[in-house]
C-alpha cells in the first residue's frame, strides 16, 4: 500500500482507511472521541504505511513537551543497583505513554541543585521524579512552590500536586532484625545508610521497635553509618567488630552495605555465619551470588518505579486527583549468611518481625 518516492501523509492515513483527515488527527492527538474500531484501522494503516507522526508536530498542536524529569541525589551516581532498577521501572512506563525521561544525576553535595530545577522549568517538563537522599528541605519546598506535578521516590512527602512511593521500610527493618533474634542473636549490629535519608531514619525505627518487641535494649553505639556504600560499611563494620567483640549479628540497610560487611568480617578472620551472620536489604541481583549467599529483605525496584511513573502520569492528566501515596510490601528472603541454606521467601510485618 505504501506509495513510493515520497513520506505518507495524514492524507494518504485517510483514503487508505475510509475516514476523513480529521479523524486520523484526532486518533493521532489522542482526543478520546473516535470509536475503538475507527481507531484500530486507522492505526493498523499507519502501521501498514510505515507511517511516524512527527513528534515536534504532536507537541506544537498540544502545547506539550511529553518531557519528565528525573533528579537523582547520589554520592555515587548509578552505582547503586536499586537505583538502576527504579529507573528502568520508570522509563518502560514514560516510554510507553510517550513521554521522553530526562535524567539528572546531582551529588548529593552539591548545592547546584537549582540549576537543574530550572532547566526542568525552561524545557517545560510537564512532571519531576525525585529520588536519593536530598541535600536539605529547600528542595521540597522548591518542587511544591512550582506546583509541579512531583513523585517522591522513598522520600515521604504530599502535597497538592505530589506525592510519593516507598517501600514498607519499617516493617522490612523489623522482620530482618527479628529473624535475627529468632536465631537467639542479641547483639545485633547495624551498618544503617546515611543519618539524614528518610529510608535510613525508618529502618533504624523498625530495628528499634523489633528489640523493644523482644525485650532487647537498645545500645546505640551498635548503630553505624555506612553511607550506602561497599566500602563505607566495610570499615564501620570494622570499627564495630573491635568495639563490640560480643557482637553476633549485623543488618546492613542495602545488600550492598551487607556484601561490605562481610568483607570486613572476613578480614577480621572470622566466619560467616558462624561467627556473624549477616542480612541485608534490597535483594540485589548479586544477593545470591555472593558466598555465603545473603538473606536479605526484598523489595521490587523495578515495580516501584512503574507505580511511579503511572502515579505521576496520572496527576499530569487528571490535574484536580487527589495525589495517592503508595506503601509496597517487602520479603524476608532467607539464605545463608545467617546460618542454614533453604531459600524461602516470608512477608514483612510484625508477625514476621515476631519470628512466629
Known sequence: MARSGREPTIKDIAKAAGVSVSTVSHVLNEYGDISEDTEQRVREVMKELNYHPSALARRLVRKRSYILQLLLFSVEGLKHPFFYEVICGISAETEKAGYDLVLSIK????????????RCYESRSEGIFVMGTLPGPEVLEEIESSQMPALFIDIPFESRRATYVTSDNIGGAMTATGHLISLGHTSIGLINGHVASSISKQRLLGYKQALE????????????????????AREVTAGLLDDYPNMTAVFAGSDLMAIGAMKAIREAGLRIPDDIAVIGFDDIESASYVRPALSTVKQEGEV??????????????????????????????????????????????????LGV
Open 107 to 118: 551529588d548529593v553535595r552539591d548545592k547546584r541543585w537549582r540549576d537543574s530545577l530550572k
Open 213 to 232: 518487641m523482644h525485650g532487647i535494649p537498645f545500645e546505640g553505639g551498635l548503630v553505624r553509618p555506612g553511607d550506602f556504600t561497599e566500602e563505607g
Open 304 to 353: 516501584m518505579g512503574r507505580k511511579a511513573a503511572r502515579e505521576l502520569l496520572k496527576l499530569i492528566r487528571y490535574p484536580d486527583r487527589k495525589p495517592c501515596k503508595q506503601v509496597l510490601s517487602t520479603e524476608l528472603v532467607i539464605r545463608e549468611s545467617c546460618g542454614g541454606g533453604k531459600v524461602y521467601h516470608e512477608g514483612s510485618g510484625a508477625e514476621a518481625a
